[in-house]
């Protein structure tokens, strides 16, 4: 069983960034792939990026250029730095871990980007 913590939301101005991070349970080296995804009102769940942990990292191609991912194994944390950000991400964000042959998923912490 793996528990995961999101924090670092709340609303921010367009333009503005902010740093999402997700705690977890078990030691991170073990878990092959992390990842965010963002759900907005009315809409399917989607992947924002994930890392392996390899560091190998996948983007969705709206948050290119804009989204960094990262992880770091002292602290069993996940981060998702997140710059230049609009109005069409006001979502909520998810952090998520494959272990083993299990999904898992936090309870998410919720952006507005609005001004």
């Known amino acids: 069983q793996v528990q995961l913590v999101e924090s670092g939301g709340g609303l921010v101005q367009p333009g503005g960034s902010l740093r999402l991070s997700c705690a977890a349970s078990?030691?991170?080296?073990?878990?092959?792939?992390m990842g965010w995804h963002r759900q907005a009102p009315g809409k399917q769940r989607e992947l924002v990026a994930r890392i392996t942990s390899g560091g190998t990292t996948n983007y969705a191609d709206t948050v290119k250029g804009r989204f960094t991912i990262s992880r770091d194994n002292a602290k069993n944390t996940m981060y998702l730095q997140m710059n230049s950000l609009k109005p069409d991400g006001t979502a909520v964000y998810y952090c998520s871990a494959v272990h083993g042959t299990s999904a898992y998923w936090g309870q998410g912490t919720q952006i507005t980007i609005s001004s």
């Open positions: 078990i030691t991170i080296s073990s878990i092959s792939v």
